[in-house]
């Protein structure tokens, strides 16, 4: 009995070491694939011509990696009194459901850690992973059309086992309308550049400012 228990063991750690390389080599082919993007597509001279949308796909990669601390909304705005709004919302969902497949990894790749695992397991976070279970898809897709932070659905997903594909189709029917959108929104009103500065900064400000008084404002110094 002992010997079948251990055998058991051993097979699961082996099954579970061939998971973890299998998703650190995914990650490291995505990561190598953003890197190519990144500084090999925009020198192509067939691309050069196309400069504008290739920056607009590439901006996606920093705007919806992890936790998004760029807003891709001034982007948007700002492209749709270039280019037609289909064509904006067409080049930027391509890249954001390639930005969330990375997500998906990464996330994959750290809440495979036992140390994550177990603090991910508390009571709080098991009331809120019930709570998506219930409606994963409709969360997904509310979440992704809607003004609310998207971020959390990407832990979600990965913490309830939802499966990548159904993720990204999610992502892809309610971004491409969300984007469709604020490009229409950009192509109506032709927003100046120096209103669309302002509103890039203050969300920038937004989403950032408070994160870094929790990093360092809540930080005691010696004499407290």
């Known amino acids: 009995m002992a010997s079948e228990l251990t055998d058991q063991e051993t097979g699961k750690k082996a099954e579970s070491r061939t998971t973890s390389r ?3 080599a995914l990650v490291l082919f995505e990561a190598i694939l953003v890197v190519v993007l990144l500084f090999f597509l925009p020198s192509r001279d067939e691309i050069a011509e196309a400069t504008d949308l290739v920056v607009l796909f ?15 909304e001034p982007a948007l705005l700002h492209y749709g009194t270039i280019y037609a709004p289909w064509v904006v919302a067409l080049v930027s ?17 750290f809440y495979g850690m036992p140390g994550v695992r177990a603090a991910l397991q508390k009571e709080g976070m098991r009331k809120v992973t019930e709570l998506f279970n219930k409606a994963p898809f409709f969360a ?7 003004p609310v932070p998207f971020f959390p659905i990407r832990f979600l997903v990965v913490i ?12 892809l029917i309610s971004r491409f309308p969300r984007f469709l959108l604020l490009a229409w929104l950009g192509f109506v009103f032709e927003f100046s550049n ?12 937004l989403v950032n400012i408070p994160a870094a008084f929790k990093m360092f404002g809540g930080a005691k110094t010696p004499s407290e």
Do not use: D
């Open 160 to 171: 309830t086992e939802y499966p990548r594909w159904k993720y990204l189709f999610g992502v």
């Open 22 to 24: 299998l998703r650190t």
């Open 93 to 109: 969902v391509v890249s954001t459901v390639m930005a969330e497949g990375l997500n998906y990894s990464f996330f994959g790749l």
């Open 58 to 72: 590439l901006y996606s990669f920093p705007s919806e990696f992890l936790v998004g601390l760029t807003p891709h």
């Open 140 to 146: 997904i897709v509310f979440a992704g059309f809607g």
């Open 194 to 205: 120096t209103f669309l500065l302002v509103v890039f900064l203050g969300m920038l400000l």
